[in-house]
C-alpha cells in the first residue's frame, strides 16, 4: 500500500526508541509518521520513498552506514547520532541527508528541521509538476529538462528582437556540440547522456542564462547581456566539466568529447546570423582534448 505524500518514516533498532521520536515529532498538517525497524527499511525506502526518514543510528554506525549506502538519493533524511563520526557524516551526505544531528537534541529543534525539509519536498514536488506541463506543452525536454529546441529557438528571437544592430546592450550564443560516440544512440541512453550534459551545463550557467537542446546532439545557451569574453568564459567552464566524461555505450565504453562555438549578436541584423556564426565556429573548432573523467553515475 503506497503511503500518503507526505508520510515521514523514523527507522530505527528498538520500538520503544521509534515510538519516543513518534511522540516529540507529531506535526500538524502532514499526513503519516511510520515507525520502521531497520531489517525493512532498505526495501520500504526504495518501494514506497516517504517525503523523509527520521534515522536514529543508536550507536550501531555499521548498520546505519550500510542503510545509508541503500538508500535512494531522492530520500530526504534527517540523522541522529549519538557521537559525530567523519566518514558516517560523509556517506549520510552523500545519499541525501539534510542533516546530521548529535544527541541530545532539543524537541522543538528536531520539529522545526523537519517541518522545514518537509516544506522543501512539497516545493520540490511543485517544481515536478510543473516541468510535466511545460514538458507536455513542449517548452521542456524530456530527456535534458533543459528547453526544447523551438522554444529556445523563439526565446533568441525575442532577445535579439529587443535588440538593434548597434545597441551597446552585448548578447551572446553558445552552441556545444556533443561527439565521441557512434550515432544514432539507444533511446535509453540518449536520454542519459541529454539528462547528464543537461544537468552540467545548467549548472555552469547563470541563473539568468537559457539552456536548451539544440537538436539531438547539441546544446545551446543564450547570454542577455554577456559578450563575447564572458561567453568564452561559460564555455572553457562547460568544456572542463564535460570533456572526457565516460559513459557504457552499445559497442563498450566511450568518452565524450565536446566542441563550443561561440558567437555575439554585435552587427547582426536577425537572430539566425547569430545561430550561424555560432555554427561558423563550431564547425572551425576541433574538440578540445582533457583528461577522461569517470561518470560515477553510470561506472564503464
Known amino acids: ?30 499526513d503519516e509518521i511510520l515507525c520502521i525497524p531497520y531489517e525493512n527499511a532498505a526495501l520500504l525506502l526504495k518501494a514506497n520513498p ?4 527520521l534515522i536514529d543510528l543508536e ?8 542503510l545509508m549506502e541503500q538508500t535512494p538519493d ?12 567523519d566518514s558516517l557524516f560523509v556517506t549520510c551526505h552523500d545519499h541525501g541527508a539534510r542533516d546530521f544531528l548529535v544527541k541530545p537534541v532539543e524537541e522543538s529543534y528536531l520539529a522545526s528541521r523537519i517541518i522545514r525539509t518537509l516544506q522543501e519536498h512539497r516545493v520540490e514536488q511543485l517544481g515536478v509538476q510543473k516541468d510535466r506541463v511545460l514538458v507536455e506543452l513542449g517548452v521542456l525536454s524530456s530527456y ?10 523563439k526565446l533568441l528571437k525575442q532577445e535579439a528582437e529587443e535588440l538593434s544592430p548597434y545597441s551597446a546592450e552585448p548578447l551572446s ?42 537538436f539531438m546532439d547539441k546544446f545551446a545557451v543564450i547570454l542577455p547581456q554577456t559578450g563575447r569574453r564572458g561567453a568564452k568564459a561559460l564555455a572553457n567552464r562547460i568544456t572542463q566539466r564535460l570533456h572526457g566524461l565516460t559513459f557504457q555505450g552499445p559497442n563498450g565504453p566511450f568518452n565524450l568529447e565536446v566542441r ?3 558567437a555575439e549578436y554585435a552587427g547582426c ?20 582534448k582533457a583528461e577522461a573523467k569517470h561518470n560515477p553515475l553510470h561506472p564503464v
Open 50 to 53: 516517504p517525503a523523509l526518514a
Open 260 to 262: 563550443v562555438g561561440a
Open 1 to 30: 500500500m503506497k503511503q500518503a505524500p507526505d508520510a515521514i518514516y523514523i527507522i530505527t533498532l528498538t520500538p520503544a526508541r521509534a515510538e519516543e521520536l513518534k511522540r516529540a515529532v507529531v506535526l500538524r498538517g502532514f
Open 74 to 85: 531522492t530520500v530526504r533524511s534527517i540523522v541522529l547520532s549519538d557521537t559525530f563520526d
Open 144 to 153: 535534458s529538462g533543459a528547453f526544447t529546441t523551438s522554444y529556445l529557438v
Open 173 to 214: 550564443l553558445l552552441l556545444i556540440q556533443l561527439e565521441g560516440y557512434q550515432s544514432p544512440l539507444p533511446e535509453a541512453l540518449q536520454a542519459v547522456l541529454l539528462s547528464q550534459v543537461g544537468d552540467v551545463i545548467r549548472h555552469c550557467a547563470r541563473g539568468f542564462d537559457l539552456v536548451g537542446e539544440y
Open 59 to 66: 550507536g550501531d554506525i555499521e548498520k546505519a552506514t550500510r
Open 269 to 288: 541584423r536577425h537572430y539566425e546570423d547569430l545561430i550561424n556564426r555560432a555554427l561558423d565556429e563550431l564547425k572551425s573548432g576541433e574538440p578540445k
